[in-house]
C-alpha cells in the first residue's frame, strides 16, 4: 500500500447518549490557526471561556475553566483534588456512572460508603441524610443524569443537608449540562463537572468544570504542604500532597488565572471548541434550549409508544433526552441497531449491567436534538423492526411525533 485514501468519515446520524452529532459551527472553529498558551490572543479567549462557563454553569464561582480529557478526567480531578488516603466519602449509586464515581475515589484511597437503589430509581433526600447524620463524610459525589438508566436524580435540597452536616456535595453534570436545568449556586453544589460530547454538542475531550470556595481551600492547604514538603515545613490542615500532577486543580486553576503558571500545553483546539459550544448555548438560550430537548425527547417518547414498544422506568424522574427503549420479547436487539446503521446511517445505543439487551437507549442531545432526526429514527426504527418480524402498523410513529409537534405550534405559533 503506497498511499492511504484521504480521511473521510460516512455521514451518520447520531442518536446516542454521547457521543452526539457536532454543531458545525463548532466544528467550524476547529479548524482555525493554533495560538500558543500564552499569547494575550489565547489567554483572552480562556477568559471569555472562563465568563461564558460561569453563565451555562449558572454559578459566581471565581473557578470555572475545563480540563484536557474528557469528562471522566474532569471527574478524576476534582475526586482526586478533594479526597485525602482514609477519608470518608459517600456515593450515592442510581446506575453504572455513580460505580464510576465510587471506583475513582476508592483510587483515591478513600473509605467509600454507597448508597444504591434499583436500577430506575432515584434517591430520595432523607435515605443521604439518614448516612450524614449517622457518620461523617468529608464528601458525598453522585451524578446528576444517570445515562444507563435514562434517570435524572433531583439534586434541590441535597446541597443544603450536605452543608449542614458539613460534607462537601460534588456533581457529575456530565449528560445534563446545556440540555437541562443544572443550578450550581442554586442548588448548592460545591463542585460540579461536565462533559464535551453530550448536551454541549463538541466532540469529546474537554471537561468543563465549576467549584466554590470551599473546595478552594482545601486545594490551598494540599498545596502548602506541597511548598512544606519542597521546604522542609509541617502544615497540619490537610496531610497530604494532590497525589496527580495533571489533574491538581490548584495547578490548574493558577495556570487558568491571571498568574498563568505553566503547567500543561492547553489544548487550544479543543479550547476553540468549547468558546463555541457555550457560545452557540447561551445565544440559543438556556431556557429554550431545554425546551428544545424537552420537546424532541416528548416527540421521541409518543413515537416509539405508538409502536407498540416499551419504554423503562417509572417516567417519573426520567431525562428527557435519552430513551430507554425496552428490547421487545424475540427481537435481537443487536442485529436492529446493526440494521438502522447500515441502512439508515442511524446509530442507537445499547446498554449495560442489568439493563444490557433489555434496552436501546436512544439520545436526542445537544444538536442531535432535532424535529428530522426524531421522524427520521422513528421511521426507520419502525421499518427495521418490521424486517425482524415485530408487527406495527406503518406510519404510526411518525404520526404520533408529528402530533406532538403539532400540538405545540399550537401552543405557541413556533416548531422544534
Ligand atoms: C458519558 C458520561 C460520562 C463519561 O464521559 P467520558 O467523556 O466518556 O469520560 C460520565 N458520566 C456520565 C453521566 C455520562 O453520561
Redesign the pocket.
Known amino acids: 500500500m503506497e498511499f492511504l485514501e484521504e480521511l473521510c468519515p460516512p455521514q451518520r446520524t447520531i442518536l446516542t447518549?454521547?457521543p452526539v452529532e457536532v454543531d458545525p459551527r463548532i466544528l467550524r472553529v476547529m479548524g482555525m490557526p493554533v495560538l500558543g498558551q500564552f499569547d494575550p490572543e489565547f489567554t483572552g479567549l480562556m477568559n471569555e471561556t472562563m465568563v461564558l462557563l460561569r453563565q451555562v454553569f449558572q454559578t459566581s464561582n471565581e473557578q470555572a475553566y475545563a480540563v484536557d480529557g474528557?469528562?471522566?478526567?474532569g471527574?478524576e480531578a476534582v475526586l482526586c483534588s478533594i479526597i485525602e488516603p482514609g477519608d470518608r466519602v459517600l456515593i450515592p449509586v442510581i446506575g453504572r456512572?455513580g460505580y464510576?464515581l465510587a471506583e475513582i475515589a476508592q483510587r483515591c484511597r478513600a473509605e467509600v460508603k454507597t448508597l444504591e437503589v434499583e436500577w430506575g430509581h432515584v434517591i430520595q433526600p432523607e435515605q443521604i441524610e439518614q448516612q450524614l447524620a449517622n457518620e461523617r463524610f468529608k464528601l458525598v459525589a453522585m451524578?446528576?443524569?444517570?445515562?444507563s438508566t435514562c434517570t435524572i436524580q433531583p439534586l434541590e435540597g441535597i446541597g443544603a443537608l450536605c452543608e449542614k452536616y458539613g460534607a462537601l456535595l460534588a456533581v457529575?453534570a456530565?449528560?445534563t449540562l446545556g440540555g437541562t436545568e443544572v443550578r450550581v449556586d442554586d442548588w448548592k453544589l460545591d463542585a460540579c463537572i461536565s462533559?464535551?460530547?453530550?448536551c454541549l454538542s463538541g466532540p469529546?475531550g474537554m471537561?468543563p468544570l465549576t467549584y466554590n470556595w470551599k473546595v478552594e481551600k482545601i486545594l490551598a492547604a494540599r498545596k502548602k504542604i506541597e511548598r512544606g514538603l519542597q521546604y522542609g515545613i509541617e502544615n497540619t490542615a490537610c496531610s497530604s500532597i494532590i497525589q496527580s500532577n495533571y489533574l491538581d486543580l490548584a495547578q490548574l486553576q493558577d495556570y487558568w488565572g491571571p498568574q498563568r503558571l505553566n503547567h500543561h500545553t492547553e489544548a487550544t483546539t479543543a479550547l476553540y471548541a468549547l468558546r463555541e459550544a457555550l457560545r452557540c448555548i447561551l445565544k440559543e438560550g438556556l431556557q429554550k434550549r431545554f425546551h428544545r430537548h424537552r420537546l424532541n425527547g416528548e416527540a421521541l417518547m409518543a413515537g416509539i409508544e405508538a409502536m407498540g414498544l416499551g419504554i423503562f422506568g417509572d417516567g417519573r424522574n426520567r431525562m428527557p433526552f435519552v430513551v430507554p427503549v425496552v428490547i421487545p420479547a424475540g427481537i435481537d436487539g443487536g442485529s436492529v441497531r446493526r440494521q438502522l446503521l447500515v441502512d439508515f446511517g442511524i446509530e442507537i445505543a445499547a446498554s449495560f449491567g442489568p439493563l444490557k439487551d433489555r434496552i436501546w437507549r436512544i439520545g436526542a442531545m445537544g444538536y442531535s436534538s432535532q424535529k428530522r432526526n426524531i421522524l427520521f429514527c422513528l421511521a426507520a426504527l419502525e421499518a427495521v423492526l418490521r424486517a425482524h418480524g415485530f408487527r406495527t402498523s406503518p406510519g404510526g410513529a411518525v404520526d404520533a411525533a408529528l402530533h406532538v409537534y403539532q400540538e405545540e405550534e399550537k401552543r405557541n405559533g413556533t416548531g422544534a
Open positions: 447518549p454521547g474528557t469528562s471522566r478526567a471527574l456512572f464510576l451524578v446528576h443524569g444517570e445515562t457529575d456530565v449528560a462533559g464535551m460530547q453530550k469529546s471537561s
